[in-house]
């Protein structure tokens, strides 16, 4: 069973910037992926990022795209998620996920079968 302990979220100002951190339990290994969601009050989780984690290849969601990086350090199992220029409306509780088994990138919170604990990203205008 892996698990993904999150970190970093908060509060912040409009264009101000935030690092979320995901660290696996376990050290990933071929098709293994991570995803960032996000889910804003009232709403379904929503995609915002995903990495392959053998080759970094990475996707992101239309509104972030320019201002999120993810990324991953392999000697550390963990991922990252870079906010930039953050907006109000990027306020969300954010989770971390992975797949053991992605072929290609997964948009559906149902491809993933590990999900971190979500954390709070507060952007004030």
């Known amino acids: 069973q892996v698990q993904l302990v999150e970190s970093g979220g908060g509060l912040v100002q409009a264009g101000g910037s935030l690092r979320l951190s995901c660290t696996t339990s376990e050290r990933p290994s071929g098709t293994f992926a991570m995803a960032w969601f996000r889910q804003f009050s009232g709403k379904e989780r929503q995609f915002v990022a995903h990495?392959?984690?053998?080759?970094?290849?990475?996707a992101y969601t239309g509104p972030v795209r320019g201002r999120f990086s993810i990324s991953r350090d392999v000697l550390k199992n963990t991922a990252y998620l870079q906010m930039n220029n953050l907006k109000p409306e990027d306020t969300a509780v954010y989770y971390c996920?992975?797949?053991?088994?992605?072929?290609?990138?997964?948009?559906?919170?149902?491809?993933?079968?590990?999900w971190g604990q979500g954390t709070q990203v507060t952007v004030s205008s």
């Open positions: 990495i392959m984690w053998n080759t970094g290849a990475a």
């Open positions: 996920a992975a797949s053991p088994r992605a072929q290609s990138v997964k948009l559906m919170p149902r491809d993933y079968e590990y």
